[in-house]
């Protein structure tokens, strides 16, 4: 493939030679390909008009220059394009010697007489081996798919596309053509044809300049190494003459700005030079590597496997899974096709068997769609009160979670507590008692449920929740933080002032077991594993600390960059050996009102901490009491003044590594 690419225009632009290009290019490409022992030489360029005078170039020379070149080569094939019929034209083409030999054998069954808009000018025409039409006719979608390989000239004779009067001129000898109910026979070979007696294109693989289908070089290269052969011909060129031998060379255009690029199937991968549409039907003729369609009797045969087949696996499958089946039967398409195109070239229509199977699905879905819907009444009556709405259109989505069992993922739970509820019980008669406890619940649960979480269970004052799961959550961790923040602050504005009562919460990431547990008669869907554990065991150690909100390490380090936390301590928890390092969650770094004043407690406390562990008591007892002086009851801080008075009179053993084992639950 020689291209006119953008190089090729750049580099004589350059030079002061703008396009159009004078026809002694033309003649220098077409002498170089003919010594270089091209088989072929393939011009995808109309040249109808007369070349013009320019600077130092006679417009008259230089066609005759490219005229004299194309007789001596005697094997180049050049371009037409045709539209509507036109009798004296079409006299005048048909007298050309290069169609002498294209004769059909009786009248075409399929085209419509065309007149040649651009033709050769005479002295091209009469001296070229072969004239082929360039135009080529997209789909309603505009994609270039199939061609006529012939076109009748007003009822004076056929002429063919250009790639056909390539392979025409290619069989050294003339042959006998004639249209038969199989395709076109020309000679021995039957060219298989559709029903509107189009040739269906066989395209092979992404097309363009770039790694393609067939080797492109860009015509101004030719042209160089041309002239410094003819200036030396033991000179080293870019394009030896060796690179043309014996192959079937098209000359044609690539860059854009001349109007050559056609839509085809695959002009996703890479846009196709008009030029490479003509090498691919080329090289389909030369090797026999014709499409043919999927004969009737197949055709009706799969399309009532399809329309029985759908119906009867939709019914015996879940709703849910029909779009499972429907792909699937797609699928069995899609592969039916690439194996008959991939092994035997055969073309399965795969859009109308894939609108068949649509209609097929349509009408089975729309069978069992009350079945399904009496399905998604049951399950929003049975879950609609107790979790969160996305969780119930999940379930409708998936029945199959309703299934006792479970998964591993990576989740975050949260535990909280009402402290001081003891004293509430105690102070109010049973009615308000539980009319309060409605109303707190209520409140904790529409929190978490505007944060996207799930209710576990309530435990008397206790709420479990976790995020992650069944809707998956990549910002679970944090979903969970701002759920505690807001529910502290919501508990504050509930609980009766003068009273100590407080919410405490544990919030722990890790991986745990989620999924229906229970009986077949009685299941929850919950959590478990040693992160739930955790979590229930930092709920509770808040009250050794002062803390109302204790985090894990893990939740910690997926937070840190939106919410204001300090370390409380490195902890082992009850039945666990190995320490893990807890965190208090204390602010929202975008909302909090308090935030510069606790961001600078959480510094000095930080120090505080540094001296703890580097066993500065005296330090550590001063950083923490100006923690207090911004904070008056701050319990983490005044646990750690505590600490360090007691290990001040009581030094820790030389091998202590500042972990703190909790003993109870």
Not at 287 to 302: H, S
Not at 337 to 351: D, K, M, Q, V
Request: net charge neutral; proline share 5%.
């Amino acid at each position: 493939m020689v291209t006119i690419d953008e190089k090729s225009l750049s580099y004589f632009n350059q030079n002061g030679m703008y396009w159009p290009w004078p026809r002694e290019f033309y003649q220098i490409t077409t002498d170089y390909l003919k010594k270089s022992g091209a088989d072929l030489i393939v011009y995808d360029i109309l040249f109808d008009t007369p070349d013009f005078d320019r600077r130092n170039i006679s417009g008259t020379l230089s066609d005759k220059r490219f005229m004299q070149s194309l007789k001596r080569a005697n094997n180049s094939i050049l371009a037409f394009k045709s539209t509507a019929i036109q009798d004296s034209v079409a006299t005048a083409v048909t007298r050309y010697p290069s169609l002498k030999h294209h004769q059909i054998a009786h009248e075409a069954p399929y085209h419509q007489p065309h007149l040649l808009t651009s033709r050769p000018i005479n002295k091209f025409g009469n001296v070229a081996q072969g004239l082929g039409n360039t135009v080529m006719s997209g789909d309603e979608d505009g994609l270039i798919r199939s061609v006529h390989l012939f076109d009748s000239l007003a009822h004076k004779g056929f002429v063919p596309t250009l790639s056909m009067a390539a392979y025409l001129e290619l069989q050294n000898e003339e042959h006998k053509l004639a249209w038969t109910d199989k395709g076109l026979q020309v000679g021995n070979t039957n060219i298989p044809l559709q029903e509107n007696g189009d040739y269906l294109i066989n395209w092979y693989q992404k097309g363009g300049v770039q790694k393609g289908t067939f080797p492109y070089y860009s015509f101004h290269a030719i042209v160089q190494s041309a002239i410094k052969k003819m200036r030396d011909s033991t000179a080293t060129v870019s394009i030896p003459p060796s690179t043309f031998k014996d192959k079937i060379v098209i000359i044609g255009a690539s860059a854009a700005g001349l109007g050559d690029i056609k839509s085809t199937p695959m002009s996703s991968l890479e846009p196709f030079p008009g030029m490479e549409i003509q090498a691919t039907i080329l090289n389909n003729l030369i090797g026999d590597n014709f499409i043919t369609e999927l004969p009737f009797w197949l055709k009706v045969t799969f399309l009532l496997l399809l329309c029985s087949g759908i119906p009867f696996a939709i019914a015996y499958t879940r709703p849910t899974n029909g779009a499972a089946v429907i792909v699937s039967f797609l699928l069995i398409i899609l592969f039916t096709g690439l194996a008959l195109f991939s092994y035997n070239r055969i073309w399965f229509p795969t859009g109308m068997f894939f609108v068949m199977g649509v209609i097929a699905y349509s009408g089975s879905a729309a069978y069992k769609y009350f079945a399904e819907e009496k399905q998604k009444k049951k399950i929003r009556s049975a879950f609609g009160q107790y979790v969160q709405p996305e969780f119930v259109k999940q379930l409708i989505a998936q029945p199959n979670l309703l299934k006792l069992g479970g998964e591993k993922k990576y989740l975050t739970v949260m535990f909280s507590d009402l402290a001081g509820f003891t004293t509430i019980s105690e102070s109010k008669p049973p009615e308000e008692l539980v009319s309060f406890l409605n109303e707190y619940l209520g409140a904790m649960t529409n929190i978490i449920f505007e944060h996207s979480g799930t209710v576990d269970k309530y435990i008397g004052d206790a709420v479990m929740a976790f995020w992650g799961a069944p809707i998956s959550q990549k910002n679970h961790a944090e979903l969970a933080c701002r759920s505690t923040i807001q529910m502290l602050e919501k508990v504050n504005q509930m609980t009766p002032q003068n009273t100590d009562t407080h919410a405490r919460f544990g919030i722990a990431s890790g991986e745990m077991i989620v999924g229906n547990i229970g009986s077949y008669n009685r299941f929850n869907y919950t959590v478990l594993g040693d992160t739930v554990n955790l979590a229930a065991r930092m709920e509770a150690a808040n009250k050794n600390y002062g803390s109302r909100a204790m985090i894990s390490e893990h939740t910690y380090r997926q937070v840190k960059d939106k919410f204001l936390c300090r370390q409380l301590d490195m902890l082992v928890v009850k039945g666990k050996t190995k320490p893990v390092k807890v965190y208090e969650l204390m602010a929202d770094k975008e909302s909090s009102k308090d935030f510069k004043k606790l961001e600078k407690a959480a510094q000095i406390y930080q120090k505080g901490l540094d001296s703890y562990y580097q066993r500065n008591w005296d330090d550590a007892i001063s950083t923490f009491q100006d923690v207090t002086e911004l904070l008056p009851d701050d319990g983490p801080s005044q646990l750690y003044i505590e600490r360090c008075q007691k290990f001040k009179n009581n030094p820790p053993a030389k091998d202590w590594d500042g972990v703190f084992h909790l003993k109870t639950k």
